[in-house]
């Protein structure tokens, strides 16, 4: 098959999977955004990889633009209209699309239908619901922001439906979907996972601890984005707690938004043990993560079954153990407590979280069992070799589909 991959953000285990299906003797292309300030995975071509296999950036020739939801969607708009463009190019029989917006998915699947593609949309959360709750969290959600919401609600759930087959990363995701209409018998669920093998475990005493000075520091770490999903403030109020310990750190990767504002308060709190640092070549993660005697993973009330942080998995990759904020119900959540790879407290708890935060620092015992937590959980789930098949099933009976 020829197949396209599309993934917005550029994530590392969307282009494991691409690599898998070039390894079977598909003919693969993988477009991400350039201008989306994100984590990226493994996107530069290695010596090992199948010549049928190749990587493409799509670009606007500039960042696209968080601060202005405006802006933003004519960003996405524009990018949608490059990426039919690709797809129009190639003339894939499969398209997998994952990370975009609904104007990117509703370009792109449209693009897809012309050249007689079957679009295949890999939900990774539910973007309109997900808005629209955040803007009501921060008064927003007036008159003049209903319409834009309602029109892009229609467009998400639409282009769903029309999908030829639809991936989604969470079970939880089927009554919302149901309540919208989608029909169930072409939704697959295969959960997340972190490409084991390229996310590995590594020493704490690693050549870049040690060139930020970390390798005898105890170091709670956040890496990852900041966005609207996430609460910098408990990074500030970690290093506050902390402040007074000379052996600890909070070390942040991460740009953006949220980078930005912990900036400021690191400056105005003089938070001295709060690490500032941009995202990290895909190539030292393993290091930047084994860095972390205590991995960080934070996520807000509104997007509890809406999205689920794929931070989580990479943490488990690295065999690190994870103290996180979400809402217990969510997916990454309850991966956490059925695994025993870490402990997660409801948003809202700060209290919660700064004692639990002290606790663990202060019991490595915990710390070893919840890393080898970690290490069972990426063993049983994180084998490419068994996801891999199981996208190749929703492409051919999409295709069988559309042919028939």
Known sequence: MRILVHDFSGHPFQVQLSRWLARQGHEVRHLYSADFETPHGALD??????????????SLGRAIDKTSLLQRARDEWA???????????????????ANGSPLVHFRARAAAARAGAAYIYWLQDIYCLALAHRLAQHGGLGRFAALPLALLRRIEFSTLKRSDAAVAISADFREILAGEGVILGRLAVIENWAPAGEIDARPKDNPWARAQGLADKFVFLYSGTLGMKHDPGLLSALAEAFRDDPEVRVAVISQGAGRRWLEQEKTRRKLDNLLLFDFQPFEVLSDVLATG???????????GRLSVPSKTLSCLAAERPVLSVMPPDNLAARLLAESGAGVNLAPGDTEGFLAAARKLRGDREALVRMGAAARAYKDAHFDIEKIGPRFLAVFEEALTKLRT
């Open 79 to 97: 990018y949608g209209g490059l990426l039919a463009e690709a797809i129009a190019a190639l003339r894939p029989e499969v398209v997998l699309s």
């Open 293 to 303: 005697d205590l991995q960080l993973v934070l996520l807000e009330p509104f997007a």
């Open 45 to 58: 071509r290695r010596p090992g990889d199948p010549a049928s296999f190749s990587v493409e950036a799509i």
